[in-house]
């Protein structure tokens, strides 16, 4: 990536906050591997910046939506979106600087229990307004009336296409074929409200300030609650703590133990088509496992 255009990101941010700013210092920052991060700061105030190159700042708008559909809730903090645009050829987006290196540990109970908060606010479709990325994969979110057609084509569908572009074992996508021809069978007795998600809920996207928890890099959407769960118990897991606590407030069904494989298995394809063929087999699992699940 070129070089930074901190002067055109400092008028816009002296612009969306109304005061004028001016960069005295320039941090990099831990971003991940799909952006550029760094902190800007004056005298007075920090923000923490993203980077990408400019055909990415549809990325950044989706972001800065969901960021702001989440504050609305109400029930959990978020990082407040500032102002994005596009500056030297490059897209970026403005957040609020929130201390989450020295915010303490997380507060895995009161999380729990503000995601189940979250996940009442509900909506009368699933979907979303527009659509957004999970990671840097499109994520379409045309509204729909019926989950299990949501998921399929929305969700499932689009991953298994991109993962035969990529290179998909043979058997994988036989595996994937079978399952979406019966993807039904896993709704035959469960309707599940159309829940305010997160999207991408995993311990990396997590943090701590002032005692509260944090909740970052969403994808946000609305749709079956269960789906934020099961991303949590991939990648390490959250501790036991957090799904007292979550449960204490609204139980999950007793169906959920099977479908967490189907909803994992929507970020283990994602992962695939971002990073490649070490997803390749716990994919393949997953899928035995449900294919299983069908016979």
């Known amino acids: 990536m070129t070089a930074v255009p901190v002067a055109e990101i400092a008028d816009a941010i002296s612009v969306a906050s109304g005061t004028r700013f001016q960069v005295t210092r320039q941090t990099d920052a831990a971003g991940g591997c799909i952006n550029q991060s760094l902190v800007v700061q004056d005298a007075a105030r920090r923000y923490f910046v993203k980077l990408n190159h400019a055909d990415r700042l549809c990325m950044f708008e989706a972001e800065a939506?969901?960021?702001?559909?989440l504050a609305a809730s109400g029930a959990l903090r978020v990082p407040a979106p500032l102002t994005h645009g596009l500056?030297?050829?490059?897209?970026?987006?403005v957040l609020e600087w929130l201390d989450l290196a020295h915010g303490g540990p997380i507060p895995w109970a009161k999380l729990g229990e503000r995601l189940a908060r979250l996940h009442r606010v509900s909506a009368?479709?699933?979907?979303?307004?527009r659509d957004n990325t999970i990671g840097s994969t499109l994520q379409a979110n045309r509204e729909t009336a019926d989950w299990g057609d949501f998921y399929r084509e929305q969700r499932m569908r689009?991953?298994?296409?991109?993962?035969a572009q990529n290179g998909a074992p043979k058997r994988l996508l036989q595996s994937g074929d079978q399952l979406m021809a019966h993807l039904g069978a896993f709704f035959l007795d469960y309707t599940p409200p159309p829940s305010l998600l997160h999207g991408d809920l995993w311990s990396g996207n997590v943090g701590s300030c002032a005692g509260e928890p944090v909740v970052f890099d969403p994808a946000v959407y609305f749709g079956d609650r269960e789906t934020d769960?099961?991303?949590t118990e991939l990648f390490g897991g959250f501790p036991?703590?957090?799904y007292a606590a979550y449960q204490?407030?609204?139980?999950l069904d007793a169906g959920y133990a099977v479908r967490r494989d189907l909803y994992q298995l929507y970020h283990l394809l994602n992962h695939f088509n971002l990073f490649g063929s070490g997803y390749a087999r716990q994919s393949q699992t997953a899928l035995d496992r449900l294919l299983a699940e069908l016979r």
Not at 65 to 69: H, S, Y
Not at 124 to 129: A, E, K, L, Q
Not at 158 to 163: C, F, G, K, R, T
Not at 248 to 251: G, L, N, T
């Open 65 to 69: 939506a969901g960021l702001a559909e």
């Open 87 to 93: 500056a030297a050829g490059q897209s970026f987006l």
């Open 124 to 129: 009368s479709r699933f979907g979303w307004r």
């Open 158 to 163: 689009p991953q298994l296409i991109l993962a």
């Open 229 to 231: 769960l099961a991303m």
């Open 240 to 242: 036991a703590s957090f």
């Open 248 to 251: 204490a407030v609204w139980p």
